[in-house]
């Protein structure tokens, strides 16, 4: 298990509070020991804001429960789910050291309006930080829900220093599905975390899927529900509530909440797109000779702890439209943030439109003294690329059957067998055969060929033949 250390120097780096950061340590965990259960992996598929943000998109909000659609409907059981997690917990203890107590675990069984049974289940965990009561994982299980596209086999963001040397992966809604769901659920219930996930998918531009499979999917969503698909100005009967509910549901996620109204601002251009048009995108801001774009799903650069902190508050400021107040040569400047990129003398430069000045500047990384989100939004004028440039590109998972399904390839752990009993697994050496998996430095751009599920890259050089500090890839494609 991480120590108390780790979890401090995160919630800094983020801006978060500690115990969120513990929790995203523990709902990582959680999910590897789910996947690594020979019942449960084939049969169970991730879905939800969590999912968005383990499996797509690190600079999304932090979420906090684990959703997962159920395609074996027999797993609504309480006696098989309490004999299920204690294996699953026996299993994490020995993996890491985090403990889950089987006897603080809790799964109510009931009907959904749907007439259908559905569970809320609560997992308590001790970890580095646990206050008093011990802090607990909510499980949102249901087995009536429409799966529309086949479940993709994905790797989670997971960035702690004790996470199992092949990766976790999960079996996983579609990148498409997951956006639908998201949009299906706004109109729906119009919760202040709908609106947010929405507009901040669809702000991901080389993310977007196609609008009219996005349509599609959607379609099938909502008829599924009984319900219309939404469409510009139908929510508006809800925006009030929505905008006093705001801050109560989201600043606890997020190091920063914008307001709510530049989300709402944002609904029209989105249901347009929805519809078939076409939205005007602005071009990328030219690169210098010798440069390169940096878009790490998670940054390591060869810089000072400090320094990655600033650009972490400056990426979730790009990707939630606001600007930052930048504390550059012992003086501050507004600024709209744009661009990470590598220079060919090996800095580190932030390219951003300085507000007072109305000008495009750039700023050495390593030189910066401060970076504080500000609530002033902005309208893009160049391209965001300080978001990683898409979700992991991923592989469609076969269904199988709850019997005899192994591990997902490249796993570094064997899976909890099936039985009465906690099982007891053992560590194994990594896998000498199955697919090979190539990532791409994010740094100077090269392939490498893997036989593990890890972005954790070993020293290589550049195309150019000169040593690359880069560490982290990541993932482009699989190979038999």
């Given at each position: 298990m991480i120590g108390k250390r780790e979890v401090l120097d995160m919630a800094v780096s983020t801006g978060l509070n500690p115990h969120i950061i513990e929790k995203d340590y523990a709902l990582g965990w959680a999910l590897a020991g789910i996947f690594a259960?020979?019942?449960?992996?084939?049969?169970?598929?991730?879905?939800?804001?969590?999912?968005?943000?383990?499996?797509?998109?690190?600079?999304?909000?932090?979420?906090?429960?684990?959703?997962?659609?159920?395609?074996?409907?027999s797993h609504l059981d309480g006696a098989f789910l309490a004999r299920c997690f204690a294996e699953i917990a026996d299993w994490i203890y020995e993996q890491s050291g985090l403990e889950f107590p089987a006897d603080s675990q809790d799964f109510d069984i009931y009907e959904n309006p749907r007439g259908k049974l559905s569970c809320q289940g609560k997992l308590s965990y001790r970890g580095p930080v646990s206050p008093r009561p011990l802090p607990r994982i909510k499980l949102d299980l249901t087995a009536d829900e429409r799966v529309v596209l086949a479940p993709v086999r994905v790797p989670i963001f997971h960035p702690y220093s004790d996470a199992p040397e092949g990766g976790i992966a999960v079996q996983a809604y579609a990148y498409e599905e997951a956006f639908a769901e998201k949009v299906r659920a706004l109109a729906e219930r119009t919760r202040p975390r709908d609106l947010y996930d929405v507009v901040n998918l669809y702000r991901n531009v080389e993310a977007r899927p196609a609008a009219a499979v996005m349509r599609d999917v959607l379609e099938q969503k909502c008829a599924f529900k009984g319900i219309a698909v939404p469409q510009n100005g139908r929510l508006d009967g809800h925006r009030t509530d929505l905008e006093a509910a705001w801050r109560g549901m989201l600043a606890h996620q997020l190091p920063a909440l914008p307001p709510a109204e530049s989300f709402w601002q944002a609904l029209p251009e989105f249901f347009?797109?929805?519809?078939?048009?076409?939205?005007?995108?602005?071009?990328?801001?030219?690169?210098?000779?010798?440069?390169?774009?940096?878009?790490?799903?998670?940054?390591?650069?060869?810089?000072?702890?400090?320094?990655?902190?600033?650009?972490?508050?400056?990426?979730?400021?790009?990707?939630?439209?606001?600007?930052?107040?930048?504390?550059?040569?012992?003086?501050?400047?507004?600024?709209?943030?744009?661009?990470?990129?590598?220079?060919?003398?090996?800095?580190?430069?932030?390219?951003?439109?300085?507000?007072?000045?109305n000008e495009h500047r750039s700023y050495r990384v390593d030189r910066i003294q401060g970076a504080r989100i500000t609530d002033h939004t902005f309208t893009p004028r160049y391209a965001v690329e300080l978001t990683p440039s898409g979700p992991l590109p991923v592989r469609e998972t076969e269904r199988q059957s709850s019997s005899g399904f192994g591990s997902w390839s490249g796993s570094p752990t064997r899976p909890i067998a099936r039985s009465a009993g906690p099982a007891r697994p053992r560590r194994t050496g990594r896998p000498s055969l199955g697919p090979t998996y190539v990532y791409q430095c994010g740094m100077c751009g090269k392939k490498l060929s893997k036989k593990t599920m890890s972005g954790v890259l070993r020293k290589h050089k550049a195309p150019g033949g000169y040593p690359c500090s880069g560490r982290t890839g990541f993932f482009v494609n699989t190979r038999s």
């Open positions: 259960h020979e019942a449960l992996a084939p049969a169970w598929v991730f879905k939800g804001g969590t999912c968005l943000k383990k499996c797509y998109f690190e600079t999304y909000r932090f979420s906090e429960d684990l959703d997962f659609t159920l395609l074996d409907e347009a797109w929805l519809e078939g048009a076409v939205p005007e995108t602005p071009a990328s801001y030219a690169l210098s000779a010798g440069e390169a774009l940096i878009r790490e799903r998670t940054l390591r650069l060869p810089l000072r702890s400090v320094a990655h902190s600033h650009l972490e508050i400056t990426r979730f400021a790009a990707a939630n439209r606001l600007c930052v107040a930048l504390e550059y040569q012992n003086s501050t400047r507004t600024i709209e943030p744009y661009s990470l990129r590598r220079t060919q003398d090996n800095n580190f430069v932030l390219h951003a439109w300085n507000v007072e000045k």
